[in-house]
């Protein structure tokens, strides 16, 4: 599957002026060739939050105030009710290791599955600007990248996928684009951020509307399609895993590990992504993705690394870094017993899928 990733420089506007919460940082995010973004992080290099949030908001308690609550619990400070007069912020300028808290929390689609654009309220404790139809309001903007267009955060939470891929996972085959390359993908996209840009009326509002989603609809219901197609795969997959009579590494019961695919469970989506879009049979790959044979125990900690390319195994069972990191990974944080795989559990089908592994890896990199 092609993919792309974009870093873009992010900054709350009027930084030097406002006494509001303010920002400074970056967005990188992954596309498709369409434009279609898959998932994204942000990270700072500036943050200074407001401590103060709207009263009205402690007796609503929506769903920006208890994502606040949730931020604001790990960064151990309360909210506090704004002042209806006098001093209007309250603010707290954040240290590294504070910065790295909130990137954590946003980065984490567990915690934080909203929009690009519901961080601001989260940041400030009151409701964003209103953009949309003014572009002079924005608040979150591209940071000196050109003159001619600094307003993104609408068009980009209305190309973002509900159903968000790993971002880690993707990063590791994804090109590099600057941000105005992945404009020039096609006009369409070109033209949507143009119009970003521009005061707008309702009916002009309506129209680019009803466009972009048309857009997003036809270069992502294929993705949407195999998301659910590999999740029912995955679910049968778990099934016959507890019909294995015995594990190796010792466990006893699927309970004390976690169920790792050897062939990865997101390159097999990439898959069925690309037979639909080839109006291609899926089977051969939801197979695959439900087959027992195509199964490792291990444990978290070693189980993300696994799906990351950190290491892999050769087709005797050995253990395998891919990159220093995965070499000094290996040599800390792996027992001796997960740097085999015993014979017993090694079938002949469970060394095809670690070959096929193997060399989808080496295309990779």
């Known amino acids: 599957m092609e993919s792309y990733l974009i870093r873009m420089p992010i900054i709350r506007s009027n930084f030097l002026t406002t006494k509001a919460a303010k920002f400074k940082g970056e967005i990188e995010f992954i596309s498709n060739k369409y434009g279609v973004i898959y998932n994204w992080k942000i990270k700072f290099t500036n943050l200074q939050i407001d401590q103060y949030t709207t009263e009205s908001w402690f007796k609503s308690k929506n769903k920006n105030f208890k994502r606040r609550e949730e931020l604001f619990n790990k960064l151990k400070i309360k909210q506090i ?40 309220p989260v940041l400030k404790g009151n409701n964003p600007g ?55 993908l ?39 399609k195999a998301h ?3 999740n029912k795969s995955r679910n049968k997959f778990s099934k016959n895993i507890n019909n294995i009579s015995k594990f190796p590494f010792g466990y006893k019961s699927s309970d004390q590990f976690q169920k790792c695919h050897i062939y990865e469970f997101h390159d097999l989506r990439d898959k069925i992504i690309e037979a639909l879009r080839s109006n291609k049979s899926t089977k051969k790959y939801e197979l695959m993705i439900e087959d027992e044979d195509n199964f490792i125990p291990l444990p978290e900690s070693i189980h993300r690394k ?20 995965g070499e000094k990974f290996i040599n800390n944080y792996v027992e001796e017993k997960f740097k085999k795989i015993p014979k017993d559990f090694l079938n002949q089908k469970r060394k095809k899928y670690i070959e096929m592994r193997n060399l989808n890896i080496a295309n990779l990199f």
């Open 81 to 120: 009710v704004r002042p209806k007069k006098g001093i209007r912020n309250k603010i707290i300028i954040l240290n590294e290791m504070q910065m790295r808290i909130v990137e954590e929390y946003f980065n984490d689609r567990n915690q934080y599955n909203s929009t690009l654009k519901n961080i601001l």
């Open 130 to 184: 209103g953009e949309a139809k003014k572009p002079n309001s924005a608040e979150m903007v591209i940071n000196n990248l050109f003159n001619n267009g600094k307003n993104f955060v609408i068009l980009f939470d209305d190309l973002t996928a509900k159903y968000k891929i790993d971002f880690d996972v993707l990063v590791i085959s994804s090109e590099e684009k600057s941000f105005e390359d992945y404009l020039k």
């Open 186 to 224: 096609n006009k369409n996209l070109e033209s949507a951020f143009v119009f970003m840009q521009k005061n707008k009326n309702q009916d002009s509002w309506i129209h680019y509307l009803s466009n972009i989603k048309r857009y997003f609809n036809k270069y992502n219901s294929d993705l949407r």
């Open 228 to 230: 659910s197609i590999a």
């Open 306 to 325: 696994f799906d990351a390319n950190y290491f892999t195994y050769n087709q005797d069972g050995i253990i395998q870094p891919i990159c220093f990191k």
